[in-house]
């Protein structure tokens, strides 16, 4: 019989406590994450749903599309009809009114007398002219007479001393010839001699003192002449100043903005009318200083009257701007002709083209040029709520419509109506719009 084997130590089961770790749940690590973007994403919502830009009222703003199309390079106009050619009548005289011959609106002929002052002091003045003129004419007519008095003088003088010398000559020619025969002394000889030299210098200065008083006279009435010539232009001067007291019609035409009266008085540069070619017209407009540079004389439009086109030209241009406008003056072609029952201050729809047309990006012309220069507009966004800022080329102006030369896209919506009130702002924030 086998003996029984040795009792072992019982050994206790093997546990895997010892060796166990926590072990965290990887599904929930995405939670913080998701709670951060949630946040995120609720203060994104909330930035968009708070208010930003100037809030602007859509009923105050003029809104247009950017469109592709023609533009025109051509200026619209309202004109007004004046006359063809005008004479203002401005008094050169001051002076009362003594009489008025004619009576606004009517018409009149060259020279014809239109009204007539009084002045007094203008016919003293001229009375004193006058005297002066006869005074210098009686003066030179004194100097003419004495002056031939003189010569008349001097002549006989002249005549007894050459009669003189004559005869001292001879009575000399016989006492050389009595000193040649013995008969006449030397002495006798030389004192004969003597008297002829004498007689000879007396007779030459007798002469130089005559030449010499009347070229002294002839001189001093040739002054006078000149001063007779100044007097009597002087004296013309006042008569035509006298003259122009009675105010007649430069040319023939209507008179117009006359209104004298009797007894009125008026003063030198007065405007008292104007006479207005009659029948012929012109077409007055004013222009946007933006077009200075592109308007020159000589440019052709048309005129729009009773549904008929009337050629017109460019006849003159006032560069002088004025509250941001210029003036310019376009008359009716001349081989056309003048449209019937046109009045004076008449309105009329004109057109001046300034070049050719071409396809371009168009959108309309608004207050909003003046307030940006054409450099930067309004854009809307698709929903029409809200408009930024934006940098934008715009080219010519001409007919309503302005050339589109960057920075906006056809079909775009813009602001064209005064920024005067959020000029400064960068976004708008448009209240009741649909």
Do not use: C
Not at 10 to 22: C, K, L, Q
Not at 66 to 89: I, K, T, W
């Amino acid at each position: 019989m086998n003996a029984p084997l040795p009792s072992q130590p019982s050994i206790p089961p093997v546990s895997g406590a010892g060796m166990d770790r926590v072990v965290r749940r990887r599904g929930r690590r995405w939670l913080p994450l998701a709670i951060v973007g949630a946040v995120a994403a609720l203060a994104g919502l909330g930035w968009w749903a708070v208010p930003r830009g100037q809030a602007v009222d859509a009923a105050a703003l003029e809104i247009a599309t950017v469109e592709a199309g023609q533009f025109h390079d051509e200026l619209l106009l309202r004109a007004n009809a004046v006359p063809l050619s005008s004479v203002m009548l401005d008094a050169t005289e001051g002076g009362r009114v003594e009489a008025v011959y004619a009576r606004d609106g009517a018409t009149v002929k060259k020279g014809e007398l239109l009204f007539k002052l009084s002045n007094p002091q203008r016919q003293q003045e001229m009375l004193a002219r006058e005297s002066d003129v006869a005074q210098q004419v009686a003066n030179l007519a004194t100097l003419k007479v004495g002056m031939e008095a003189s010569r008349a003088e001097h002549r006989r003088q002249l005549a007894a001393l050459e009669y003189e010398l004559d005869r001292v000559r001879k009575r000399h020619a016989r006492d050389s010839q009595l000193a040649e025969r013995g008969f006449l002394s030397a002495a006798a000889l030389e004192e004969s001699r003597d008297q002829l030299a004498q007689q000879q210098r007396l007779l030459a200065e007798s002469r130089a003192d005559m030449q010499a008083e009347l070229g002294t006279r002839q001189q001093a009435i040739a002054q006078m002449d000149r001063a007779i010539v100044g007097l009597d232009a002087g004296l013309k001067l006042v008569r035509a100043t006298a003259d122009a007291l009675a105010v007649r019609a430069p040319n023939d035409g209507r008179l117009t903005d006359f209104r004298l009266e009797e007894g009125e008085s008026v003063k030198p540069g007065d405007r008292l009318g104007r006479i207005d070619s009659p029948g012929r017209y012109k077409l007055a407009a004013s222009v946007d200083e933006f077009y200075l540079n592109r308007v020159a004389l000589g440019l052709r439009g048309e005129a729009t009257l009773a549904g008929r086109a009337w050629p017109l030209a460019l006849a003159r241009l006032n560069p002088q701007v004025k509250d941001g406008r210029f003036g310019i003056e376009l008359q009716f072609d001349a081989a056309g002709a003048m449209p019937a029952g046109l009045q004076p201050g008449q309105g009329v729809e004109a057109r001046l083209t300034l070049g050719q047309p071409a396809r371009a990006l168009l959108l309309p012309d608004g207050a909003f040029y003046a307030d940006t220069g054409g450099s930067w507009l309004f854009v809307l966004d698709a929903g029409g709520s809200r408009a930024e800022r934006r940098a934008v080329r715009l080219g010519r102006r001409a007919a309503n419509r302005v050339e589109v030369l960057g920075g906006l896209r056809a079909g775009e919506r813009v602001i064209v109506s005064s920024y005067r009130d959020f000029r400064e702002a960068e976004r708008l924030r448009i209240e009741g719009a649909t």
